[in-house]
């Protein structure tokens, strides 16, 4: 609590980008935790324990407004802006409370139409109540889109996607790795893509790091893609400056 309060977490973008235009097109908030004392803490760290306490809905709250807050301010301003996602952990749909908040405030301060995401994993869409699943078809009502995270690293992949109409899909970092490694990726990442694509879904591709790994993902029909290969994510001041430079080119 005191942590939010002081403004300790920081929200970090990290850009989207077309595989044919190399554009900047939407971009995920991912939570860092400047702590006074320890630095810099990556998520992987303190969200699990977040998760086993409950306070994880708090810090989700929290990110969902400072995304809110930066596309509002841009867009008022006239600036250029894309949808931006954030992720929501496996405990917010054991909160009513919270998916109530999250509800109000989309449609209160989610900015214009279209540019709020929600990223969601198939392990926490597989373990909600039947009942949630209303609760995502309530936040498409207002305009948020719904992506799946991390898909092909679970166990019940195939089964979330029939049960559910994702708008996006997010090829798991797993995947993207065995690319030159492994000779039948090939043929799973080529599948996924033209599954995702029949069912209306588009693909972003995580942790796209070489050359090689976009020119393949490119030839097997892959959207967009994510990685340190062209930007890690960034504080709001230099993903602000990233866009700007894409404004005025
Ligand atoms: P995620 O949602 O799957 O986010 C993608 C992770 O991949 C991020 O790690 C990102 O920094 C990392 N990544 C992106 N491109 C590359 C790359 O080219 N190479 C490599 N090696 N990594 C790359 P990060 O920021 O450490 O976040 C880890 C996880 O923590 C996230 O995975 C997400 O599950 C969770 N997380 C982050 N922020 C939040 C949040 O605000 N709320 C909740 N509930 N979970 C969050
Ligand atoms: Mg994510
Ligand atoms: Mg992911």
């Not at 496996?90 to 908040?101: G, R, V």
Request: some cysteine; hydrophobic content about 35%.
């Amino acid at each position: 609590d005191s942590a939010i309060d002081n403004k300790e977490f920081k929200v970090y973008y990290q850009p989207v980008i077309d595989i044919h235009t190399e554009k900047i097109v939407s971009a995920e908030a991912l939570v860092r935790w400047i702590h006074p004392e320890y630095g810099f803490i990556p998520p992987d760290r303190f969200i699990p324990g977040l998760e086993e306490t409950g306070l994880v809905s708090k810090l989700d709250m929290y990110v969902f407004s400072e995304t809110s807050r930066f596309i509002k301010e841009r867009s008022d301003n006239n600036q250029f802006i894309v949808p931006i996602s954030t992720n929501l952990s496996w405990m917010d749909f054991y909160d009513t409370n919270m998916l109530d908040n999250l509800l109000v405030n989309l449609k209160q301060e989610g900015g214009p139409h279209g540019y709020v995401r929600f990223e969601v994993t198939e392990t926490s869409y597989a373990g909600m109540a039947e009942k949630n699943h209303s609760v995502l078809k309530a936040f498409k009502d207002a305009g948020a889109s719904i992506l799946i995270d991390d898909f092909g690293s679970g166990y019940s992949s195939f089964s979330t996607i029939t049960e559910y109409d994702f708008d996006i899909l997010k090829l798991d970092m797993g995947f993207v790795r065995k690319i030159g490694k492994n000779s039948k990726i090939g043929s799973v990442i080529h599948a996924i893509i033209d599954m995702a694509h029949h069912m209306d879904m588009r693909v972003i591709a995580e942790g796209v790091e070489t050359e090689e790994q976009i020119s393949f993902l490119r030839r097997h029909g892959c959207d967009y893609v994510q990685g340190y290969y062209y930007s890690k994510p960034l504080p709001m001041e230099d993903f602000a400056k990233m866009l700007n430079e894409q404004q005025s080119a």
